[in-house]
């Protein structure tokens, strides 16, 4: 883990990682990840939040492996669709406090498909006990809450 260290980039050799399960560069001031991240084709989790990225490399969708990716409080405006349709696996996709809107989201190629997967790991979670927090299943996107006019 890396998270807390004011990186402002990554050794490109860090791709060649082949068994990395988990990544954790949270907390640095990252402006881009490197293409060759996606080389680390045994990734399941990468938490890459408070950072300042404005991207998600396209090759990511490669990571085959890859649950759970995490990039809150960053300065995301899109997800390539070869993430959503590509990462079979990729199951949660944390962008909250993004520029990103939940209908950008929800119209990028693929995520059908990911919303199949992540509802499927919500149900099998309810289903096993686990509580939701009182908003509901959260989705992974910051959504505005109308609220009631007074009179």
């Not at 409080?73 to 939940?102: F, G, K, R, W």
Request: charged share 20%; net charge negative; aromatic share 2%.
């Amino acid at each position: 883990m890396v998270q807390n260290n004011k990186l402002t980039t990554l050794p490109a050799p860090l791709g060649s990682l082949k068994s990395l399960r988990t990544l954790n560069i949270s907390n640095n001031t990252l402006q881009r990840l490197p293409d060759g991240l996606a080389g680390c084709s045994s990734l399941q989790e990468l938490d890459a939040s408070s950072n300042q990225l404005s991207s998600i490399p396209a090759g990511f969708g490669t990571l085959q492996k890859l649950k759970v990716l995490q990039l809150d409080n960053n300065n995301i405006t899109a997800v390539p669709a070869s993430v959503l349709q590509d990462c079979s696996e990729l199951h949660t996709l944390s962008l909250h406090d993004n520029p990103i809107t939940p209908a950008e989201l929800e119209a990028t190629d693929g995520y059908s498909g990911f919303d199949a997967r992540r509802r499927a790991k919500y149900d099998r979670a309810i289903g096993g006990g686990a509580l939701l927090n009182s908003s509901g299943m959260d989705d992974g996107v910051d959504r505005l809450l109308k609220q009631p006019i007074s009179s």
